[in-house]
T-cell receptor, first 112, second 113 residues
Framework: EDQVTQSPEALRLQEGESSSLNCSYTVSGLRGLFWYRQDPGKGPEFLFTLYSAGEEKEKERLKATLTKKESFLHITAPKPEDSATYLCAVQAWGNAGNMLTFGGGTRLMVKP | DTGVSQNPRHKITKRGQNVTFRCDPISEHNRLYWYRQTLGQGPEFLTYFQNEAQLEKSRLLSDRFSAERPKGSFSTLEIQRTEQGDSAMYLC???????????FGNGTRLTVT
């Protein structure tokens, strides 16, 4: 069974204080690893897809990296508007519907 | 592209009542998914449609839950004889093909009293 564990569950940062969020996974065969951002009362918003170990993707202050066992979401010089829950999900090969298995998320709070 | 639309946004019902939610996916997307999310947890997969065919159902989907997607367009999720444990956010997502990311709607929040 595919499993995704995210840590920490919650993270408080001062504006400008860089940090990383962790996503550890076990999957029968990784087709893709996804990062989403979710604001309170809203649905998840797609950020990145990573397909193979060593791959990196960047968007503004966010950079996602992937190894064979985990992914990191690095946040450089965060701003208060980066406050949200960040969700990691895996998609396995042989999964006819391409369903995603999600972790529990990391709730990020950036204080001015 | 108006995104995935879900209605209603909020639903409060009494235990034992039936409820139905609607999802309108992005128009050119033929894949549609239902997920459930409880407070502080990540979304959990419920069921998946490719066009009008329901191809996958989770063990989480008890026989009180039924989903349809007539004509491969919008979808409905019905919960019969609601229980307090059904209280959650019900999320709908759609995608264009196996290589495309899922795009989520803003969900329907169900409260069962």
């Amino acid at each position: 069974e595919d499993q995704v564990t995210q840590s920490p569950e919650a993270l408080r940062l001062q504006e400008g204080e860089s940090s990383s969020l962790n996503c550890s996974y076990t999957v029968s065969g990784l087709r893709g690893l996804f990062w989403y951002r979710q604001d309170p009362g809203k649905g998840p918003e797609f950020l990145f897809t990573l397909y193979s170990a060593g791959e990196e993707k960047e968007k503004e202050r966010l950079k996602a990296t992937l190894t064979k066992k985990e992914s990191f979401l690095h946040i450089t010089a965060p701003k208060p508007e980066d406050s949200a829950t960040y969700l990691c999900a895996v998609q396995a090969w042989g999964n006819a519907g391409n369903m995603l298995t999600f972790g529990g998320g990391t709730r990020l709070m950036v204080k001015p | 592209d108006t995104g995935v639309s879900q209605n209603p946004r909020h639903k409060i019902t009494k235990r034992g009542q039936n409820v139905t939610f609607r999802c309108d996916p992005i128009s050119e997307h033929n894949r549609l998914y239902w997920y459930r999310q409880t407070l502080g947890q990540g979304p959990e997969f419920l069921t998946y449609f490719q066009n009008e065919a329901q191809l996958e159902k989770s063990r989480l989907l008890s026989d009180r839950f039924s989903a349809e997607r007539p004509k491969g367009s919008f979808s409905t999720l019905e919960i019969q004889r609601t229980e307090q444990g059904d209280s959650a956010m019900y999320l709908c997502a759609s995608s264009y093909d196996p290589n495309s990311p899922l795009h989520f709607g803003n969900g329907t929040r169900l409260t069962v009293t």
